[in-house]
């Protein structure tokens, strides 16, 4: 089971901030990028990479790109559950103005996304002087790019240029994924 759940006798709990509660069917699920690679295989598809994830929540039918998922409007609580609003998840049916222009819903806020994309640099990318370390440190082929933000995101990191990155197998954040198609 994933790490934020429980099984106390026939019930299974989602393991909360503060509280164990039953768990709610419509929540994301929380896993690392071995558990969500898994499950997308078991179903005979993948984790998408971070290309497909950017088409999928910025892109539009006639190839131009949003600023966020639902467009251009500043990021607000009617458009997903980011910006500290929330200790836990919700349902992912419960802001549907947030949703891409693709009908994609919560691809931004209630979980980071897992893409199966290593987190490497992009062409002509140079480290700052002034943290030389945040980036560059990181690009081992060990940590892979998530998308999206979470619940604990702040509004003003929510860009189509912010990459978030962990170890595959790490759990101790709120990574939740999709499958594509092969």
Known sequence: ???????????IYYRGMFAEIPLPLDWPVYVTQTEAAAYARWHGKSL????????????TP??????????GTEPGAVYGNFDFRRWE??????RPAG????????????????TRTPFAPFPGFKPRDTYPGYSANFFDGEHFVLKGG???????LLRRSFRNWFR??????YGAFRCVEN
């Open 1 to 11: 089971m994933p790490h934020f759940w429980v099984r106390r006798g026939d019930t």
């Open 48 to 59: 998408p990479t971070e290309e497909q994830f950017h088409r999928a929540a910025f892109g």
């Open 62 to 71: 006639g190839g131009h790109q949003r600023a966020l998922a639902w467009g």
């Open 89 to 94: 998840p919700e349902s992912v049916f419960a």
């Open 99 to 114: 949703d891409s222009a693709f009908g994609v819903s919560q691809l931004i806020g209630n979980g980071w996304q897992w």
């Open 150 to 156: 979470s619940a604990r995101t702040a509004s003003r």
């Open 168 to 173: 595959r197998d790490y759990p101790y954040m």
